[in-house]
């Protein structure tokens, strides 16, 4: 009596809504403020175009999963490095370290942008917007602890981080050595801290 394959198992739903958010972030990386479509993301994985609704609601939900697959990973490691500073000045120098440590791991530009193009999905709006305030206020509160005796200069010490980080954020966009950016945020971060007398 000849022997009868079974029919194959199929693929378990999670695996597949995981291959939809890699599909969906390959295209994302290569074209960040690309228009994600049905067909881009199902022809990746090599199902049929309607089938994607059984695994997201929309396809701008794959946008959304996306940007949560890095960003609430990227604030705690933040949160943590500030945590186990020496001190509030140690905190800033953390703060911009681990910030731009993350954005070599990850990559910053895509991922900022691929938050920033959306069709309708205010979920990524509140995520990016809640993420940009407490990665703020954490900064914030360092400074603030780092200059009680002059809250007036706390802004100006905020802003100017906040300002080395966006630089360090736009070399590494721009393909440049990981190390030196790295190594020279770091030392402009700490030059601020010492500069300022607490």
Known sequence: ??????????????????????????????????????????SAVGIARNSIYRYVDSVEDLRSLVVDRYLPGWLTTVSAAMEIAGSPGEGVVAWVRSNLEQAAVTGHGWLMEAARTRSANAS?????AQAHSGMRDTLTNAW????????????????????????????LDRGQPRELVLQLGITAARALVTSLPA
């Open 144 to 171: 603030s602890d780092l200059l009680q005796h002059h809250p007036e200069r706390v802004p100006i010490a905020t802003g100017l981080t906040v300002g080395i980080l966006d630089a360090g954020f736009r070399q």
């Open 124 to 128: 990524i709006d509140d995520t990016v």
């Open 1 to 42: 009596m000849p022997k009868i394959d079974a029919p194959p198992v199929a693929e378990p739903r999670a695996m597949i809504r995981t291959r939809l958010i890699d599909a969906a972030e390959a295209i994302l990386r290569e074209s960040p403020s690309s228009h994600l479509t049905a067909g881009a993301v199902t």
